[in-house]
Nanobody, 124 residues
């Protein structure tokens, strides 16, 4: 079992930045690829970014490429999402997730564990 707790969300103006953190506890963090997904009201859960177990491979949705950066610190059991140049359409609940079976995946069904999420609101 892996427990995931997100933090760092909040209200920010368009063009601003936020850094989300996801702290993991339980099984060996470095065994898991990690991902960030988001879900806006009335919309399906959407892939944002993923990172491989060692951090050498990263993947991004086209909508965030060049603005968001995913990283991880295996010594701290934490994965991060640095979000720059935020837009109102980035408003959503952001969830981190852990994936034991892949090196990073775009598909939510590949992830074994999920956090409760943190709200990000970007005002125009």
């Amino acid at each position: 079992q892996v427990q995931l707790v997100e933090s760092g969300g909040g209200l920010v103006q368009a063009g601003g930045s936020l850094r989300l953190s996801c702290a993991a506890s339980g099984r060996t963090f470095s065994n898991y690829a990690m991902g960030w997904f988001r879900q806006a009201p009335g919309k399906e859960r959407e892939f944002v970014a993923a990172i491989s177990q060692g951090g050498s491979r990263t993947y991004y949705a086209d909508s965030v490429k060049g603005r968001f950066t995913i990283s991880r610190d295996n010594a701290k059991n934490t994965v991060y999402l640095q979000m720059n140049s935020l837009k109102p359409e980035d408003t959503a609940v952001y969830h981190c997730a852990a994936d034991l079976g892949h090196r990073g995946s775009y598909y939510p069904e590949d992830y074994n564990y999920w956090g409760q999420g943190t709200q990000v609101t970007v005002s125009s």
